[in-house]
């Protein structure tokens, strides 16, 4: 996967333009033991962030736009699954950052049927 952002300041918010790629091959028994099918999946892309910094916090929230598609090989008649669209989200967060580690905590939801936390930490060697 891929993910770049840029990030630039309007005293005293922060604005973040963000996309991100991820692609994935899954080849393996999936619909019967001993078979080899192939499951393809990818998911792509972009949102927008706004943060207020508090002290050593910033809290943020933003929008996006994504599609995902997948694609699955059944090995034992070649039959071809296919799946996909485009979904909309919205993001809240707080993130705090020192001089060499950041953590951010974030939940992420979308229209109709995801929603999920996010904790992830950085440090700078």
Same mark, same amino acid.
């Given at each position: 996967?891929l993910?770049?952002?840029?990030?630039?300041a309007?005293?005293?918010l922060?604005? @973040? $333009? #963000?996309? /991100? /790629? +991820?692609?994935a091959? &899954?080849?393996?028994? &999936?619909t019967? #033991?001993g078979?080899s099918? +192939?499951? @393809?999946?990818?998911?792509r892309?972009? *949102? &927008?962030r706004?943060g207020y910094? +508090?002290g050593?916090?910033?809290l943020?929230?933003? !929008?996006g #736009?994504?599609e995902?598609?997948?694609?699955q090989t059944v090995a034992? *008649?070649?039959?071809r $699954?296919?799946?996909?669209g485009?979904?909309?989200y +919205?993001?809240a967060? !707080?993130? !705090?950052?020192g @001089? *060499? /580690?950041?953590?951010?905590?974030?939940?992420? #939801?979308?229209?109709? /049927?995801l929603s999920?936390? &996010?904790l992830?930490?950085?440090?700078?060697?």
């Open positions: 996967g993910e770049t952002g840029y990030r630039f309007l005293a005293p922060q604005l @973040e $333009l #963000r996309g /991100f /790629f +991820l692609s091959e &899954i080849e393996g028994p &999936i019967e #033991r078979s099918d +192939l499951f @393809e999946f990818s998911n892309g972009a *949102d &927008i706004a910094p +508090l050593a916090f910033r943020y929230g933003g !929008v #736009r994504g995902t598609q997948t694609k034992s *008649d070649g039959a $699954l296919e799946a996909g485009a979904y909309m +919205l993001l967060g !707080v993130g !705090v950052e @001089e *060499d /580690f950041a953590f951010t905590l974030e939940q992420s #939801r979308t229209e109709d /049927f999920h936390f &996010i992830a930490g950085s440090y700078s060697f």
